[in-house]
């Protein structure tokens, strides 16, 4: 009996060393761990529909019978595939195999919806007859995520630089003719909001994008970029002072020169005022800016999280925590942007945040496992 007991703690000791030994490769080899979460998220969530055709399948439980695919989800897709090309590890091929799928399932505009775009579709998905669909109208974050992948993509591959370029300023021109209001001089949710939208005011936090409008202005040549920068930096900057947490809400109002925070249940869900899951991704998105704006707005932010025993997913503006769990969703953004602000007084979310890399990628979540990988190929190196 006592070789048996002593047989298995030592048993238990080895299971022990070598669990251990696989945490401690993945938590200090970043190149091992970004190539390994960018291969279990395209071979988990990236769909082919034809061979020349790709999607980022977006349903409940990563539901393979049933997808779904966002154009959220598409620019998502080419963003990734451009940081793994720039890796070696996703080829140009991989990167059009997405652009075929958008520019197959574009959105149309006019009151029959007759007028095509390079919008794209908000959503694709099988109906009751098993038919693949596209939902009418288009959503604001998916097309500029598109519009900057396609500028990454002309950096990246030369020799379809023009191709990539003229995609660009496609899109960038119907972005800027559909979803763009000239009165706040800020871009709407979608192309479904017009002037006579009660909507027409609406912004979304995360579609504030300083370094993509930057891009875009570069890339295009358009100079309404800047504006569109400047106002939406500006409104931004108007929620991050009325609270003493810097926290900003899913959704705003916004006049040319104000703005303040939706109420519950406007558009989406009871928490479009809080910090939620459309607002989780401002850190990210102001993090690599150098518009002081920006980094005033991200670094109250992470004063306010560095203060917290641990981050969960959602706060009201005031600081209160609106459940009690965790989510990469929340995390990955923060540590996207602690992770170009090193030294910088946060250094304690970079080790607090990291948990999001200790445990395999989540296949049942595309949220949670997209905002993870690009924190790992972007914020890892």
């Known amino acids: 009996m006592k070789l048996n007991k002593y047989t298995w703690i030592f048993v238990g000791l080895i299971a022990a060393v070598y669990l251990g030994t696989l945490l401690w490769v993945r938590l200090t080899n970043p190149v091992y761990l970004q190539q390994n979460m960018y291969r279990t998220w395209e071979k988990s969530y990236v769909m082919h529909p034809r061979a020349d055709q790709s999607f980022v399948n977006t349903s409940t439980n990563n539901n393979h019978q049933k997808p779904v695919a966002l154009s959220e989800s598409q620019g998502y897709g080419m963003w990734i595939t451009i940081m793994a090309a720039k890796k070696g590890w996703a080829s140009r091929q991989d990167f059009d195999r997405f652009v075929n799928y958008w520019l197959a399932h574009r959105d149309y505009v006019g009151d029959q919806h007759q007028t095509p775009t390079y919008l794209m579709s908000w959503r694709q998905y099988y109906n009751r007859h098993h038919q693949w669909v596209a939902d009418v109208n288009s959503a604001t974050d998916g097309d500029v995520y598109i519009d900057m992948a396609l500028a990454q993509a002309a950096r990246q591959w030369p ?65 309404r970029w800047q504006t569109v920068n400047n106002a939406m930096l500006d409104r931004l900057v108007d929620l991050s002072r009325q609270h003493q947490t810097g926290l900003v809400s899913d959704f705003a109002w916004i006049t040319r020169n104000s703005a303040k925070p939706v109420k519950p249940k406007t558009i989406s869900t009871k928490q479009d005022g809080s910090y939620d899951f459309n607002a989780c991704r401002v850190p990210m998105m102001m993090a690599v800016s150098d518009d002081p704006r920006a980094q005033k707005v991200l670094r109250k932010m992470l004063r306010f999280f560095s203060h917290q025993q641990y981050v969960t997913a959602g706060y009201s503006l005031s600081g209160k925590r609106l459940v009690k769990y965790q989510s990469a969703s929340f995390s990955a953004p923060i540590f996207f942007a602690v992770s170009h602000h090193r030294g910088e007084g946060f ?15 989540t296949r049942k979540n595309y949220y949670d496992a997209t905002l993870t990988v690009i924190a790992a190929l972007e914020g890892l190196n």
Do not use: C, H
């Open 159 to 223: 020799s379809k630089a023009d191709y990539y370029r003229s995609l660009a300023k496609k899109l960038s021109s119907d972005i800027l003719a559909y979803e763009y209001n000239p009165q706040t001089r800020a871009l709407t949710v979608g192309d479904w909001v017009t002037k006579d939208s009660p909507y027409w005011r609406l912004m979304r936090t995360s579609d504030v994008m300083p370094f993509v409008f930057k891009t875009l202005a570069e890339t295009t040549g358009d100079s």
């Open 347 to 361: 250094d304690n979310l970079f080790d607090s945040q990291k948990y999001i890399f200790s445990r395999p990628l």
